[in-house]
């Protein structure tokens, strides 16, 4: 048997290290079994650090996870009705522990039964046999590989292989899955594996899948780094159906997601009002050009996307085409009329204006917008307004946006500007 702890010396951290340790002590304490399993093996052999750790007890691996945390500090989150916890230590390392379970499946595409079992079954349920390898972390045979279904030698060939041919019927979103890590890892998904792949895909086996398990899997696609080459090949497949029926793969969408990647870079390192940028869904919202206004919002129904990702696919293709003329003209526009466009919109549909924008003319504007204009508030406030007798309502409101709009425009530079022509325009209505 291939013992790997000298491996696991070089790859690992210390601190892992000592971890993984303790979880060998205390399986024996607890007269239970631990395995390292999943990613972490796999990307192991690829010498990758894989920072989620997944380890499966043959016991009751919440009573282990409460034994970790204590003895560590840690934090335990747990999950009952599947035997699962997650342990994040006080070093910010997390690891995920599973009950050993089997899984059958009444129908193909079904949720599976899951039942808690042996180590063993734990291993046939995986997707692909360089994820169904485990090694053993318990103190007599600490290190040593358990590789049932040949995921080694799978690696060495650089290939994806299903455990079973029945594995796609199952369950659907290991399409995904299986394109994902072949891009990501530079494999192959082998024929056999292939074609089996191809047969669920043309049997549309993934419409009986749960929406939000296949919306959590597109999601993870669109996060992947080399995300052209992973959609090139859902195509190949012919798997964009899965997503969409009518998403296309053009001849642009290359450079598209390069003027995407441009724009968020740029905006990482040059706008002063940094926010996280939700990246993957301005992929998805390119994705969906082809897609009418109907459809995109029965995909964000469908797959039950968060108001606010509905809210931002639905405002892009509202809007994208009347806000891109405007910005693309050549006449002059004034800053006030650019921040009425752009600021109601949220960044990632800005950003994905900037990046498919032909002109250079709006480009600079939505670069100029973000520099300056964005969030951009009047020097006097609510009380300054108040003091000189509006009362709050809409002309209070429309008071505060035409401050604004002449600040934007250049015309009032100082609060001592704003100030008297807000008791112009209080004047006016008083
Ligand atoms: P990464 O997190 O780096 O993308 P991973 O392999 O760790 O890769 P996870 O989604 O965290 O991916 O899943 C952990 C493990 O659980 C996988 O390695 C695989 O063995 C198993 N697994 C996950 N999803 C499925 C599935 N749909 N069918 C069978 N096994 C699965």
């Not at 013992?3 to 002590?25: E, I, P, Y």
């Not at 086996?205 to 993870?220: G, S």
């Not at 032909?358 to 006097?380: D, P, Q, W």
């Not at 604004?404 to 112009?424: D, F, Q, S, V």
Request: charged share 30%; with cysteine; aromatic share 8%.
């Amino acid at each position: 048997m291939k013992n790997l702890s000298d491996k696991m010396q070089q790859c690992f951290s210390q601190s892992t290290m000592m971890l993984l340790k303790r979880v060998g002590a205390i399986s024996k304490h607890m007269g239970c079994k631990a395995y390292l399993i999943g990613g972490t093996v796999r990307d192991l052999f690829l010498c990758k650090e894989n920072l989620d750790i997944d380890i499966v007890i043959e016991g009751d691996a919440i009573h282990f996870g409460e034994r970790l945390a204590h003895e560590l500090h840690g934090i335990i989150i747990s999950h009952k009705r599947f035997g699962t916890c997650t342990v994040t230590t006080p070093e910010y390392i997390k690891i995920d522990f599973a009950t050993a379970r089997r899984e059958t499946y009444a129908k193909p595409a079904a949720l599976p039964t899951v039942e808690f079992s042996s180590f063993r079954d734990d291993l046939t349920r995986r997707d692909f046999t360089v994820n169904a390898m485990a090694i053993s972390l318990n103190e007599e045979g600490f290190g040593n590989l358990i590789d049932f279904f040949d995921g080694v030698g799978d690696i060495e060939k650089k290939q994806i292989k299903v455990l079973h041919d029945k594995s796609f019927v199952d369950d659907p979103t290991r399409i995904l899955r299986g394109i994902r890590l072949e891009k990501r890892l530079g494999f192959t998904v082998e024929p056999h594996t292939a074609n089996l792949m191809r047969k669920s895909i043309e049997k549309e086996i993934y419409k009986r899948v749960q929406a939000p398990r296949l919306r959590d899997e597109i999601i993870l696609t669109l996060k992947e780094k080399e995300l052209f080459h992973t959609i090139k090949r859902m195509d190949e497949f012919r798997a964009l159906k899965i997503v969409h029926p009518y998403l296309k793969l053009h001849e642009d969408l290359s450079g598209t997601f390069t003027a995407i990647d441009e724009a968020c870079s740029w905006y990482n390192d040059n706008s002063p009002r940094k926010r996280s940028i939700e990246k993957w869904l301005i992929y998805l919202m390119v994705l969906f050009n082809d897609v009418s206004y109907d459809g995109t919002l029965y995909f964000c129904n469908k797959f039950e996307l968060k108001r606010g990702e509905r809210l931002r696919m639905i405002s892009y293709k509202r809007q994208s085409s009347k806000v891109l003329k405007t910005l693309n003209a050549k006449r002059k526009i004034l800053p006030s009329k650019i921040y009425r466009l752009l600021e109601p919109l949220s960044h990632e549909v800005t950003l994905l204006l900037m990046a498919v924008s032909r002109s250079g003319l709006g480009k600079g504007r939505i670069m100029e917008f973000f520099h300056k204009y964005n969030g951009m508030r009047t020097a006097v406030k609510g009380d300054d307004i108040k003091a000189l007798g509006v009362k709050a309502g809409p002309h209070f409101a429309k008071i505060v946006e035409k401050i604004l709009y002449k600040k934007l425009n250049g015309i009032l530079n100082n609060r001592e500007e704003e100030l008297e022509y807000a008791k112009k325009l209080a004047k006016r209505r008083l």
